[in-house]
């Protein structure tokens, strides 16, 4: 019987779930998302509060919900799946917003949201 298994897109370790494109071990250790305004992303020492920017001239949507900063190894994912044509990266880069979506929600109690862009 053939059996195909899935690895992790970073460790390259076997995924016991084929679905799910990274191990629980990578997922814990993706870099801390540091405090930031809810609704520019810039740092902020306070993360429910808009920052003085914001509060001053407000952006266009109410709330900004990311999956982390745009440094290794998110970044080389992103990369890989954008500029070296990897769509079966898709699936793992949409659970991660996914996961970040429903913690968010949990946490700030947000409303679905009426759109989800993928950023840069």
């Known amino acids: 019987m053939l059996s195909i298994r899935s690895r992790c897109w970073l460790c390259r370790q ?6 799910h ?5 990578c997922l814990r250790h ?7 305004c809810p609704r520019c992303g810039l ?8 920052c003085g920017r914001c509060l001053q001239r407000p952006p266009p949507w109410q709330r900004l919900v990311f999956v ?4 290794t190894p998110l970044s080389g994912l992103v ?12 699936p793992a880069l949409a659970r991660l917003m996914l996961l970040r979506w429903q ?10 949201p009426d759109l989800i862009l993928a950023v840069p």
């Open 30 to 36: 993706l870099p801390a998302r540091p405090p930031c």
């Open 79 to 90: 990369k890989r799946f954008k500029f070296h044509r990897a769509p079966e990266l898709a």
């Open 14 to 19: 076997p995924l016991s779930l084929m679905r």
């Open 21 to 25: 494109g990274l191990c629980s071990c």
């Open 43 to 50: 740092p902020a020492g306070e993360t429910r509060t808009p």
């Open 68 to 71: 982390g900063d745009y440094v």
């Open 103 to 112: 913690q968010a929600r949990r946490e700030q109690y947000l409303n679905r």
